[in-house]
């Protein structure tokens, strides 16, 4: 139980965290997604390396 009440901005602005992070987690997945669609293609090869040893 908390001693004192949280004030009305403390709300606001963990709910728009909140938000802010859902958008975040989302953009992180998105670039997992289609990196791994890309990698998992049949057409991908890795690039060759010149001046290899």
Known sequence: MSLRK???LHNR???RN???GLLLA???VL???L???K???AGF?????EGGE
Do not use: D, N, Q, Y
């Open 35 to 37: 990196t791994m669609v």
């Open 13 to 15: 602005r963990k709910g």
């Open 26 to 28: 989302g953009f992180v």
């Open 6 to 8: 949280e004030h009305e």
């Open 45 to 49: 090869t890795f690039p060759e390396i």
């Open 31 to 33: 670039v997992l997604a």
């Open 39 to 41: 990698v998992t293609s």
């Open 18 to 20: 909140f938000g802010v």
